[in-house]
């Protein structure tokens, strides 16, 4: 086995022992936020403070991609600069994911 391999495996041994692999795994976005909010980056455009802009395809694929659970668990987490969370909330709408509302 090639000695990349080798550490590989140990890495991820070492992962699952201390276990950030579930923790990561029991993330509602499936990774961590910071994932998520790269996905959504096509979206920017249409969640910026009085923005009249719908939501383009590249947005509405990450959004129904990442899923409700994981869009309540970004809009309840900090504010992020430049983005009005009444629209964001209003992209699953505005996309047709049909996702029932965050609680």
Request: net charge positive; glycine share 6%.
């Amino acid at each position: 086995m090639k000695k990349s391999h080798v550490l590989t495996v140990i890495l991820i041994m070492v992962l699952v022992e201390s276990g950030l692999v579930e923790e990561a795994m029991a993330h509602p976005c499936g990774r961590t936020f910071l994932s998520a909010l790269i996905q959504l980056v096509p979206c920017r455009p249409s969640v910026a403070p009085f923005s009249t802009l719908s939501p383009n395809g590249l947005c509405c694929a990450a959004i129904k991609r990442l899923g409700q659970p994981c869009l309540c668990a970004l809009s309840k987490g900090p504010p992020i600069s430049g983005v009005d969370r009444t629209l964001s909330l209003q992209l699953p709408g505005k996309c047709s994911a049909n996702f029932p509302p965050c609680n």
